[in-house]
């Protein structure tokens, strides 16, 4: 679907692409691996290179990344990027146990903590270190919920009450129902290519300014909880390569896999100030002085519009492309032309990658 | 280890089978870099600190603070029956932090509660979740201390 979707208005994959990169995190879910070999057969690729890519959830992300990489040293003039997961096949049992191995082995799985106990901690300690509280945190899930309701690609296209998410039930406290992402299903390509090919299929197109990814220590003990240090370094990579500031963006998709991800993030990035980022729930004239335009998570963010791991990455690169091309309808942020998008794996910063998306021409 | 010094065996604690087996003796075995004084539980041949690799094996103090922690009330299928249990990040009076089971009520637990290290035998259902090479290795978990 998502490929038959991608080339509704172009030629053929085949005489666009010539290498392919999936995001994928787990053959938990269907015992298969091989995603590059099945994803070149299903698009009609044929002896070209095909791999999948792995990194717990940022693994979409890295497979546009690897795209990208390739298409700027010249190896190839076009390259599909695809992420896939089918969460659902092993239930909610299935998907904690799956999830549960990007985490430390030796200490922390042992231990019987789970993706939402991590960054529990991380909750915890915001919580502790700042003024935010649970209700500020709800705040961000109402607004992600907000935005989903007019994104049809959105998993939950339904608004959410503050006090239903202070309600729901304890995940890891104090995160509760309502502030985890959901298990779902789901796909999407990205066609990356050169600019004069671009220019050729007579379609909107938008340009990936800058890129970066950095690896952190994978146990959740070992790093800063609430400075999210990898998300700084990456998007600071991102940032210089694109030439441009946090300020200059407009929107941002972010890894907000629990509503802490998105208090932490908007500070990593440089669009909030230190221990003010949990006021990205509310509009912009009511948050405090420090804070650029930004609006975040428009899709609905992995909350709402949903989290299938692998593809999550590129569904950012879908929301980007809509908001800068005039496609995304009642949730459109009017003239908006740059975006930042963040995808993690692991916990917060155990791996991430950062891209700056822009209409803007190159400087 | 640095130069000179004999090639890794099982039997080191820079293995986490070497590890496991100081841990179930009772000694947790950390690695401290000479060059940042980083100390990494458990141990490893660089320092994340600083990218150094001078490290030498360490044994920590087992008592600590909790810096953070939450309570599971969804868990892995194979512990459904413990939840609600507290797991926290504890941090070592040498600064070495690791995570790990805390035996306390939710409701009692604050950030800056000092905790001591202790360790048992997995549980059945822990050995339900064990790998084959797991099965020896004690769990390690924390005990509010006195």
């Known amino acids: 679907m998502a490929l038959a979707d991608a080339f509704d208005a172009l030629p053929d994959p085949a005489t666009l692409a010539d290498a392919l990169y999936v995001g994928n995190q ?5 015992h298969q691996i091989m995603q590059g070999t099945l994803l070149a057969e299903w698009a009609g690729l044929r002896n070209v290179p095909a791999e999948r890519v792995e990194g717990c959830a940022a693994a979409g992300a890295l497979a546009l990344r690897h795209a990208v990489k390739d298409v700027r040293n010249g190896e190839h003039e076009g390259v599909l990027a695809c992420g896939v997961e089918k969460m659902t096949a092993g239930g909610t049992g299935g998907a904690t146990d799956a999830l549960s191995a990007a985490f430390d082995r030796a200490l922390e799985q042992r231990s019987g903590v789970t993706a939402p106990s991590q960054y529990a901690m991380l909750a915890q300690r915001y ?14 899930a109402v607004k992600n919920h907000r935005n989903a309701a007019s994104n049809p690609r959105a998993q939950f296209q ?22 985890c992402a959901p298990v779902g299903d789901g796909a999407a390509v990205v066609l990356v290519t050169t600019a004069e090919l671009a220019a050729e299929l007579e379609l909107p197109m938008v340009r990936v300014a800058g890129s970066g990814a950095a690896a952190n220590n994978i146990a959740v003990a070992e790093r800063d909880l609430t400075e999210i240090e990898g ?20 929107i941002a998709e972010v890894h907000d896999a629990f509503t802490v991800s998105e208090a932490l993030l908007a500070e990593a990035l440089g669009f909030a100030p230190a221990g003010l980022g949990y006021q990205s729930g509310l509009a912009q004239a009511d948050r405090a002085d420090g804070w650029t335009d930004i609006e975040m998570s428009t899709s609905g963010g992995l909350k709402a519009r949903g989290h299938p791991i692998g593809a999550t990455g590129l569904l950012q690169v879908i929301e980007a492309y809509e908001q800068l091309t005039g496609q995304a309808g009642d949730r459109a942020v009017p003239d908006a032309t740059s975006a930042m998008l963040l995808n993690e794996g692991g916990v917060a910063d155990a791996v991430t990658v950062a891209h ?8 | 280890m640095t130069a000179g010094e004999p090639a890794l065996d099982a039997s080191s604690p820079f293995t986490l089978p070497g590890f496991f087996a100081a841990l179930a003796d009772g000694e947790l075995l950390a690695a401290s870099c000479r060059d940042c004084g980083q100390v990494l539980v458990p141990p490893r041949p660089a320092c994340y ?20 922690f939450t309570a599971v009330h969804a868990a892995p299928p194979e512990l459904e029956a413990d939840v609600p249990y507290v797991v926290a990040i504890v941090e070592l009076d040498s600064g070495a932090r690791l995570t790990g089971r805390l035996e306390a009520a939710y409701e009692e637990v604050a950030i800056g509660d000092r905790v001591r290290l202790r360790t048992r035998a997995p549980s059945p259902q822990e050995q339900q979740l064990a790998l084959d090479h797991e099965r020896d290795w004690p769990v390690h978990y924390f005990d509010p201390a006195e």
């Open chain 1, 158 to 179: 339904k608004e959410v009450a503050i006090e239903t998410v202070l309600e729901s039930e304890p995940v890891a406290a104090p995160l509760k129902l309502f502030d």
């Open chain 1, 231 to 250: 998300a700084a370094v990456a998007s600071g990579t991102a940032y210089e390569e694109a030439g441009m500031q946090p300020a200059d963006m407009d």
């Open chain 1, 356 to 363: 700056v998306i822009t209409t803007e021409a190159s400087v």
């Open chain 1, 127 to 140: 919580l502790h270190e700042s003024d935010a509280t649970e209700r500020d945190l709800a705040r961000i």
């Open chain 1, 26 to 30: 787990s053959e938990l879910y269907e």
């Open chain 2, 49 to 68: 600190g600083c990218g150094g690799r001078r490290l030498e094996i360490e044994s920590q103090p087992k008592e600590g603070a909790v810096f953070s």
